[in-house]
Structures are given as C-alpha cells and as structure tokens.
C-alpha cells in the first residue's frame, strides 16, 4: 500500500470529533466525545498527551498517553481501516513514547485484548513484553487483557526477568 503523507502532531480540542469518528469505527465499546474531550483539557495540565495523524486535514489515527508518575500508560490507539500496514501507528507510538522520555518516565504500560494480532505485532515490535493478566477485562465481546510494559529508562523498578526481556526487544 501506498504510503499516505501526512504529520504526527498534537491532538487540539477541534480535532475531537474526528478522533471520535475512528474510534467508533474501530472499537465495539468507543470512549465518548466527553472522555477525548476531558483528556485534551488535562493535556492543558500536562498530564496527557493525545497525538493525532493529519493527513491532508483529515485525522485518519490517534493515539493517547497518560502521564502516572514513573508511567506512562498508552490508553488508546487506532488508525482509520483505510490506511492501516502504512506505519501510522508507528509513528503515532513514536511519538507518544519520545514524550514520556522527554519527561523522564521510567516505563510504559497498556493493555491489549489477546486475540489482537495487530496490536500485539505493533507493541512487540516496540519491546513491550507481557506482564500479566486480567481475566475478563473487555466487553463486547467478554476478552482477557494481556497488560503489557515497556522500559523507558533504566531506572525502573520492574523485576528483573522483565527489564531484561523489554531491554532485550520483546518477546
Ligand atoms: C493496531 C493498529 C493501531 C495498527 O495500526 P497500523 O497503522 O495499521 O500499524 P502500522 O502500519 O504502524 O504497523 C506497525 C507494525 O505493527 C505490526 N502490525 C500492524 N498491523 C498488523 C497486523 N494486522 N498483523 C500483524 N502485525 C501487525 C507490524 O509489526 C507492523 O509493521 P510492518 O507493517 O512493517 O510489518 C490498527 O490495526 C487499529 O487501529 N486496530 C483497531 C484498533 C485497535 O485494536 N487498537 C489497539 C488497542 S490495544
């Protein structure tokens, strides 16, 4: 597929109901307006941060990190069906982890329902390494979440076997 041009840039309170319109069409339970629309006001407080992908005016992606001191917790990532396997949600993690290294957080945490191929390719290609499961965690359908982290800077106080795995690239 071609690549569509187009730049990773933060997210602006004008952009909320375009981000809510590929929310709706990739998730079976989508976060509200309100919820994107509350996380561009906390972004104000510097306590998250929402990227979008703007391509051509248009927002095919967006992904959001929340700041939780040493963490930074990756809560949502999509990219419009129409331009998926083109390295958007790439470049839209990217940014969100250059953001938390330029604040010195120490790792990152998501969760990822088990059966998404995707999402799981994205992430291990990334270095995150499964950290544990919560049993029944999403609805629509009922899925466990694989909870997943990353290690951002040394200073992490994860166990061992864990650092090494994430330092070593995923697993
Ligand atoms: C997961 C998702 C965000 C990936 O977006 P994307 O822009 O298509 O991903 P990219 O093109 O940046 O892919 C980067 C890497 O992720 C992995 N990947 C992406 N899609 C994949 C797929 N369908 N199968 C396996 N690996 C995949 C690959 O390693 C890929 O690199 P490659 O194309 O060079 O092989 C997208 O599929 C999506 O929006 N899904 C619905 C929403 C969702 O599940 N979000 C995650 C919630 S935890």
Redesign the pocket.
């Known amino acids: 597929m071609t690549k569509p041009q187009g730049v990773i840039r933060p997210a602006t309170a004008c952009d909320v109901q375009r981000i809510h319109e ?1 929310e709706r069409a ?2 079976s339970d989508p976060w509200s307006t309100g919820l994107f629309a509350g996380l561009l006001a906390g972004e104000e407080s510097g306590m998250a941060r929402v990227f979008v ?1 703007d391509v051509e005016g248009r927002v095919l ?1 967006f ?1 959001v990190a929340e700041r939780a001191d040493p963490e930074v917790h ?1 809560t ?6 129409e ?11 990217d940014a969100a982890l250059s953001w938390a290294r330029s604040l010195g957080l120490e790792e990152a945490w ?4 088990e059966s ?10 990334f270095g995150f390494v499964v950290a544990n499961r919560r049993r029944a965690y999403y609805r629509h359908p009922t899925e466990d979440a694989l909870v997943m982290v990353l290690v951002l800077h040394r200073g992490a106080t994860l166990p061992e076997p864990l650092v090494a795995a994430s330092l070593a690239g995923g697993a």
């Open positions: 590929v990739c998730f992908a992606g992904i990756i949502n990532v999509a990219v419009h069906e331009c998926r396997r083109t390295g958007i949600a790439r470049r839209l993690l998501l969760e990822v329902r998404n191929a995707a999402a799981r390719g994205l992430y291990r290609e």
